[in-house]
């Protein structure tokens, strides 16, 4: 009996599969459906995975984007060679890793890169090499403000400012609490900045720093408290965010402040984690579009991670963005004479080129430029953690910060807005 | 002059020859990956001289070292950004400022022995991580601490070194130097206190020996070993991270200058490449770094079971009998 409904529940996820493959089937580069035979075009990524977090969601993502771009005729024919490096959260391992693909692999250009070191560490490089990095899960300064890099997530600052902006206007936050990690060019920039907008908009704020070798959450969690504040921002990894509401659960802090969180909470699995204490609670900005939001662009990627990627590779914001790089990328390189696809500094001026493509992934157009400083994505949309998911409680909407005026200035000569 | 000072033993010979093949020819063969872990490795070999170097001729242990590079390393970051001085420059301030913090960390240091020292100079290691996790490296920011929100300023490398291939090359000279500096000193007076004050603390005193300054000596000058290892680290990324140096790591780096062998050059050098070359090996095979930590322990215990001069001395112990064997056949 236990083998025959075996058996049927075999058969019956079978053809759920099939089905759900045939109502998903998903849509890369030229979609030939025949996979690409020439040679291959290297492409390389860097990602961190080491205390405090995992940061390879974006690396996944991109590497089933060209695993799914490779089986449907991949560049003109050619097929991408997609090379990871862990930087181990270590400047010495970043330097090696892009020492690595940049100048011994020599990739054309670097895509889907998630780290908290490495664009601190290789900047410099990208620009000497000549090779522009389309990162999707950068953390750090550098990422938005060097030549060479340009993001598709919005970093720290700017889901910082969206979370604190609608914590001001719907919530009625006028004092936030930031935690970060004490980082210059991550957490002490990110919190900083909505310190600045607090502070602009007649509110205050502060800061509580974490060691991100050894994080003592309760020290922060503490300190957050002991500040006055009536909002408390977690701009932390998802991990770390988790433990620090575990804290304050533990302490029934729930009800006397408010939770407010930039994107890497916006994480598939952050509800079912943080339990039902804290449903109702907790407010996210989410950088690119809600997970389960239905547009064509947002359920390809679920499908190309279905059919590509690893079940466990997280669905999230960070996964949302190395996607959205490798499909920028791949579009990038068809739109270019197939002659150049292996000169670099051909691949870097038409990614500099890139201008006006959209996905209903983003709330606004994703554009490069030839500018030392990047930013397309400044607009996002505000998400509430409830049982089992997340509920939107506001569209895109842009973020109002002088930070962001030299991006918008750029826009308006691209014709982009 | 004392002669001796000049004398190149067998050893030294074959040392100075490998640094001089390595100037050479690493550059020439290596790619960039393995360009920047080699040059990585050079300047943990010459970080570890200055701890092996104390372990060997004095027996004392210190957990320090990775502590006091990051003293080097801001230092030299530091003043990268208040002055607009040559590399060099801030390398040997870096130097001297790390050697003070050494006398600073052997005076109280001093009174202690065997597990009581290496556990001062833990708690040290544990201090400094603690400093630099809180206030962070100089980025170009104002102020003592020179650290400014977002992004680093740019550092200055050597002007002699813009190149992976010719930084390698000029941490190889530097760290040879230190090699030299520390052999320099082995054969003059303090290396003849260090050795009566190893066999008998009461009979150095007793021969007249200043054990307080000959100790404290040694002290500054694996802190200014440490100072410009850190220096040449700052001066290889352009920017440091307090992960880089937690104290686990200069407990790491002690038990690997006894792996190695922490009474020769090559064990230095041993050690250096099992730090960082071994983690760069397992990553260009696709295995866990985290490997490597297993492959420690086992050359841990090997050396405290078999090997108590460490794989260097094995080596030389190996060449002796081979050359001695060679000589009888030729008798």
Known sequence: MKLKNGLAGAIALGLAFFAGAAFAAPNCGANTGQAATGAPIVVGGIYSNGAPGDWSSSTDAAAAYFACVNANGGINGRPVEYLVEDDQWNPEAASAAAAKLVTDKKAVAMVGNGSFIEMAVNAQTYVDQGIMAMASACAISECFETPNLVSTNQGPLASNLGAAQYAQEELGSKNVACIGLNIPNNGIWACQAVIDYMTSKGGTGSMAMLNPGAPDVNSALLEAVASGADTILLNLPAGLALAVLKAAQEQDLRDSYTWIAPTPLYDLSVPDAVGDYWHGKIWVNAELAPINQGGADGQNWLAVLDAFGKAEDPRDTFSQAGYLSAQFFVKAMMEMDPAQLDDRAAVTAAIKAIKGYSSDLMCGPYYVGDEPYHQPNHAGQMVKVVAGGFEVVRGCYEYDSAYFDRHKAVEKALGLN | ?331
């Open chain 2, 1 to 331: 002059m004392d002669r001796s000072l000049l004398r190149i033993t067998p050893s030294g010979a074959a040392g100075l020859i490998f640094a001089a093949a390595s100037f050479v020819f690493l550059p020439m063969v290596l790619g960039s990956y393995w360009l920047a872990i080699f040059t990585s490795a050079a300047i943990f070999a010459m970080a570890i001289s200055g701890v092996a170097f104390m372990y060997a001729r004095l027996g004392m242990v210190s957990l320090t070292q990775v502590g006091l590079m990051g003293i080097g390393g801001w230092v030299t970051l530091r003043l990268n950004y208040l002055w607009d001085m040559p590399f060099e420059v801030n390398m040997v301030l870096a130097a001297l400022a790390t050697m003070i913090c050494g006398w600073i960390l052997a005076l109280p240091a001093l009174r202690m022995r065997g597990l009581y020292l290496a556990l001062v100079t833990l708690m040290a290691a544990g201090g400094l991580e603690i400093l630099f996790a809180t206030y962070q490296f100089p980025n170009g920011g104002e102020g003592f601490w020179g650290v400014k929100i977002g992004s680093n300023a740019p550092f200055r490398r050597p002007a002699l070194a813009q190149t992976p291939e010719a930084y390698l090359r000029y941490v190889i000279v530097v760290a040879t130097l230190g090699f030299l500096f520390i052999e320099g000193q082995r054969r003059l007076f303090p290396g003849r206190a260090w050795a009566l004050i190893r066999r008998s603390e009461a009979a150095a005193m007793a021969a007249g020996v200043n054990v307080t300054l000959y100790k404290t000596w040694a002290f500054g000058i694996a802190g200014a070993i440490a100072g410009a290892s850190g220096a040449l680290l700052a001066g290889s990324l352009g920017l440091l991270d307090d992960g880089t140096f937690r104290s686990s790591e200069s407990i790491m780096l002690f038990a690997l200058a006894v792996v190695g062998g922490a009474r020769f050059w090559l064990g230095a050098v041993i050690a250096a490449v099992l730090f960082r070359v071994l983690p760069g090996l397992l990553n260009t095979w696709g295995v866990d770094t985290d490997l490597a930590f297993v492959i420690f322990g086992a050359g841990l215990l090997h050396a405290l079971i078999t090997a108590p001069n460490g794989i260097a001395g094995q080596i030389f112990d190996l060449v002796a009998n081979l050359r001695g064997k060679k000589g009888k056949t030729h008798d």
